[in-house]
């Protein structure tokens, strides 16, 4: 039915001697919101960070299984290559703050050193922009630094940034945390259009949210994914009583 | 109660009575001297005085023109130098803080920065001016380079230690090779902060006069030459204040007010560029 982007096998992370992510095994399908939830300290990041080799700028970690994109796994590819392929959105917006809003979507070819001549650059940035509802905002001021917007907006820029490299997944770290009811409103809407054309993996530890967006929800708790399905499914009648316990408040 | 009130708020202002007091008074040495060297370096000051060598004994006129030019050199070959090896260091300390190697290495940058610059000086004597068997322009730049050193090291490393992580992860998650991470967007974020460092290192070498006193030497002509003894500001100053000939004396009042007034424009120049280019995280 659908084709798998990302899947691990037996996939085990390590910081130092501390098992973070223990033994998940996930097939994440293509084209889909994939919500991955679970309490503080439960390794969702940390797997989340897996995904694009992120982890690796913490000394001392270590992975185990295989973690694999389109069937070629991520560890025997080089983590630039890795990284193109698979965009992220982090938990604070992190705008370079000595670029401006033009230039912030571009980042991804002119830090590569990426020769791309300057109408395809107009064109990329006003795609990027447009897909991640900001081009209206910010047309007139392209060339202003993208610290100037606001929360939500300098999320979004980041979403445009991560956009521009079409990436074929995208990784969101609890993309809304430090943002306002309304700016988080304008990132949640966003995911529903993002997900015509990329994997969308959120991680986020709001429920209500999880169960907002996204069309598949993982639940991770102390390291192990509990569960997989459906979302509708998992909030209605999740199969395993850890879930069941979480979802109701019965544990944090 | 009230009265105990009362004693307190007296406290409270005679201490802020104190303090303004003190602050203010530690500027009145800074004018004086700033005066003193206006007033006495001043009429020396002319386009003859900046463009001649000095005069020999018995002879009017002259000028520094040969020091403006050694210290140029002196300065710039010493920034060639110090500039990439420590912003490269500072780089590595601020992203290493927890190996023995950034340890070891931020404990010699403290004890380099303590060395007395005459021991620079006599160091750089044996291993540059003796294996060369001359005094030259370069022994000094590398003498000048290793004072230089220890501040661009600290101002680069406590920089970019201020950035938050976050940046670079945003450039990582793009694919960006690190050393493109470090190159194009962790030191422009930084840039204000490294240059101000840059040109306070450079305000404080400018002035240094015992490094260059058995490297550069001295010269009473103009050489453009780096393998020649060459003439610095702080040379000129030393030599010839210590002379017995009033001529001399003016001269060396006149390259001090040059000297005063090079280091000043440096570092207003440094508030105002730090101010300018500061990166609003």
């Known amino acids: ?252 | 109660m009230n009265a105990r009130l009362g004693i307190r708020n007296t406290k409270s202002i005679i201490f802020k009575v104190i303090i303004f007091i003190l602050a203010f008074l530690i500027t009145i040495p800074l004018i004086v001297i700033l005066l003193y060297i206006v007033k006495q370096g001043i009429g020396q000051v002319n386009w003859h005085f900046l463009t001649h060598v000095p005069a020999p004994v018995g002879e009017t006129g002259g000028g520094i023109s040969n020091a403006l030019v050694g210290s140029i050199i002196i300065v710039a070959m010493s920034s060639v130098i110090a500039i990439p090896i420590g912003i490269l260091a500072g780089i590595y300390l601020s992203e290493n803080s927890s190996t023995k190697l950034a340890y070891y290495t931020g404990l010699c940058v403290d004890i380099l920065q303590g060395v007395p610059s005459i021991v620079v000086g006599i160091v750089v004597y044996f291993w540059v001016v003796k294996p060369l068997g001359t005094f030259s322009a370069i022994s000094g730049s590398i003498a000048l380079a290793i004072m230089m050193l220890p501040i661009v090291i600290r101002a680069t490393e406590e920089t970019l230690k201020l950035l938050p992580p976050s940046l670079k992860e945003a450039a990582l998650a793009l694919g960006v090779p690190y050393h493109r991470v470090m190159l194009k967007v962790i030191i422009p974020c930084g840039f204000s902060g490294i240059l101000s460092g840059i040109m306070l290192s450079i305000a404080r070498i400018v002035g240094e006069t015992a490094p260059l006193l058995f490297t550069a030497f001295g010269s009473p002509f103009l050489s453009y030459s780096i393998t020649k003894p060459i003439q610095s500001l702080p040379l000129l100053i030393f030599n010839y204040a210590t002379s017995p000939y009033d001529e001399w004396h003016n001269l060396a009042w006149g390259a001090s007010f040059i000297l005063l007034l090079f280091v000043l424009i440096l570092n207003i120049t440094t508030k105002l560029i730090t101010r300018r280019w500061k990166v609003q995280l």
């Open chain 1, 1 to 252: 039915m659908e084709s798998t982007v990302v899947s691990s096998k037996n996939f085990n992370a390590y910081f130092g001697d501390n098992h973070v992510v223990k033994n998940v095994t996930i097939d994440i399908p293509r084209n889909n919101a994939i919500a991955v939830m679970g309490p503080s300290g439960c390794g969702k990041t940390t797997f989340l960070r897996c995904i694009n080799r992120m982890h690796e700028l913490i000394p001392g970690t270590k992975t185990e299984g295989t973690l694999c994109l389109d069937g070629e796994d991520v560890y025997n590819m080089n983590p630039i290559y890795v990284r193109y392929k698979i965009g992220m959105v982090f938990q604070r917006p992190n705008p370079f703050p000595n670029m401006s809003i033009y230039e912030n979507v571009i980042a991804g070819y002119k830090l590569n050193g990426l020769k791309v001549p300057k109408a395809d650059q107009d064109n990329i940035v006003e795609k990027s922009l447009t897909k991640a509802a900001l081009w209206n905002e910010v047309k007139d001021s392209l060339h202003k630094k993208g610290t100037f917007l606001s929360g939500g907006q300098q999320q979004r820029l980041c979403i445009a940034r991560a956009i521009a490299m079409e990436p074929e997944v995208i990784l969101f770290d609890e993309p809304t945390s430090a943002l306002d009811p309304i700016s988080t409103a304008s990132v949640e809407n966003l995911f529903n259009e993002l997900k015509a054309n990329y994997t969308l993996i959120i991680v986020t530890h709001n429920m209500q949210q999880a169960a907002r967006v996204s069309d598949k929800t993982a639940f991770f708790y102390l390291g192990e994914l509990v569960e997989f399905d459906n979302t509708k499914q998992m909030f209605t009648a999740p199969s395993d009583p850890r879930t069941q316990n979480y979802i109701t408040g019965r544990f944090s």
